[in-house]
């Protein structure tokens, strides 16, 4: 819900009917972005938290900040207030990040990893719509107070879960793991088989690891080198393929094409979109191909784009015709279905391509990277529309979409159906290109997974 809220909050304050809080378009892009500013302070403090507190308290610790910044907004008198109130929501964002996709990706079989890990995204979008919709009927104050709602029931939710058996056993609980194990799997045998396997292979971690390596050295193995440059290229042509850039600015896209419309409703219906998207594609995950959904969604995503950027140059300095709404908003509409596979698919890399020992710490950091990065490239979109116009925005969007198409194509491995445990020994291999490694892949014993009762190994 805090990305969503400046949608609401800035048009209440700019009302001319409204001296409560008067602000200027450039304080009104300061409340905006300062969410994104503060995301990256919020991820780089919860790797560390992450492994030294566990995930799930690191979860409820994210909670505190929420409520704070939720409830001073509430109350704000002050520019300086509303800042500081969307600041504390940004940090607590950022915090909840890598922890929450790091415990799907610890606790969740094989066979439902990409589906469990993938819900946070719907929720994301949920959350965006339930703050529109709460926007279009309630002054923004109210709706800051009924944010609140949503945090405490997950600090009270999370209370009920277990730590994940990872770390748990990663730091000498290993009756808890088990527990832990039996409460997710509902069967004791099976978690004790998994255990098992966890136990002999963090054994074997520890005998190749060394124990003053800190995590420098530990991010400079080829084990995590790999995955790391996959998901920051993927992340950075994702950003440049306008996957947050139209959430953002959806309305003002549509209207470009001269549609006559109220915003609220607008944006509503984007966000309506987006969660429909988000719930079908994480279904989809479950019997499609992480590689032919990326590869899919990049060209579609990509060809709509050029059409539209085509057919807006075709269109220039042409008189304004009823059906431009209809082809602007129909390629928006087909890009915003396409792309949004793609906003799902950091979240399950970092999730599944990150080695057990470092994975807390890298999600952190890279969740704060890409924040930084969408920052920037949000507060300069407005200057690189001025140039570019419309149309050139949506023809580095389609560029970008094709480029990260063939990136993934080289380099992505699939990892549907396999354990953590199997996809760290695929990076572990000598070569980077996927068309090259199926041979490798088979010497490393990463063969499709058998039926879950018989390979239960997840985490080491």
């Known amino acids: 819900m805090p990305i969503g809220f ?3 909050l800035l048009p209440q304050l700019m009302d001319n009917n409204s001296t409560e809080i008067p602000i200027d378009v ?42 704070l910044g939720w409830s001073t907004l509430a109350i704000a ?50 959350g965006i719509l339930m703050v529109y919709s709460l926007g279009s009927m309630m002054y923004w104050r109210s709706v800051a107070w009924c944010a609140n709602v949503l945090p405490l029931l997950s600090m009270v939710s999370i209370s009920f879960i277990p730590e994940t058996p990872a770390w748990l056993l ?66 950075l042509l994702q950003m440049f393929s306008g996957t947050f850039i139209v959430i953002f600015y959806a309305v003002d896209m549509i209207s470009e094409f001269g549609a006559e419309f109220d915003s609220k409703q607008a944006a509503i219906a984007t966000a309506v979109v987006r969660v429909i998207c988000c719930m079908v594609f994480c279904v989809v995950l479950i019997f499609v191909r992480r590689r032919r959904i990326m590869i899919v969604s990049g060209i579609g995503s990509g060809l709509f784009c050029l059409v539209l ?6 269109r220039f300095d042409q008189p304004k015709m009823s059906y431009d709404v209809f082809v602007g908003a129909g390629c928006l509409l087909g890009y915003i279905i396409f792309n949004t596979a793609l906003m799902v698919m950091p979240g399950i890399m970092i999730g599944e391509l990150f080695p057990a020992r470092i994975r807390g710490r890298t999600a952190g950091g890279v969740f704060a990277s890409m924040n930084v990065a969408l920052f920037i490239f949000a507060k300069k979109f407005p200057a690189l529309q001025a140039m570019l116009k419309m149309r050139g925005v949506f023809l580095v969007f389609g560029v970008s ?55 239960r190994g997840l985490e080491a």
């Open 6 to 8: 400046s949608a609401i």
């Open 26 to 67: 450039e304080t009104g892009s300061w409340i905006a972005s300062v969410h994104s500013l503060a995301t990256p302070f919020g991820s780089l403090l919860s790797g560390p938290l992450a492994d030294y507190l566990g995930r799930r308290r690191t979860l409820i610790l994210s909670v505190i900040p929420l409520l």
């Open 77 to 126: 008198k002050s520019i300086k207030v509303v800042i500081f109130a969307r600041f504390l929501c940004g940090f607590a964002t950022g915090i909840l990040g890598g922890p929450g996709q790091v415990y799907i990706a610890e606790t969740a079989e094989p066979n439902l990893r990409s589906l469990l890990i993938g819900a946070p995204y719907v929720a994301y979008s949920s």
């Open 170 to 235: 990663r730091n000498g609980h290993e009756k808890r793991a088990l527990q832990a194990l039996s409460f997710l799997r509902g069967s004791e045998i099976s978690a004790q088989k998994e255990l098992n396997d966890m136990k002999q292979r963090l054994a074997k971690e520890r005998v190749t690891t060394k124990t003053n390596e800190n995590i420098f050295q530990l991010c400079c193995q080829r084990v995590a080198i790999k995955p790391l440059v996959i998901v920051i290229v993927f992340s």
């Open 309 to 314: 950027s085509v057919y807006q140059y075709a």
């Open 401 to 455: 979409s094709f480029l990260l198409t063939a990136f993934m194509c080289l380099f992505q491995p699939e990892t549907k159906g396999r354990s953590l445990e199997h996809i760290e020994d695929y990076f572990n291999g000598d070569n980077w290109l996927w068309f090259r490694r199926d041979r490798g892949y088979k010497t490393v014993n990463l063969q499709p997974l058998e039926p879950l009762k018989d390979t």
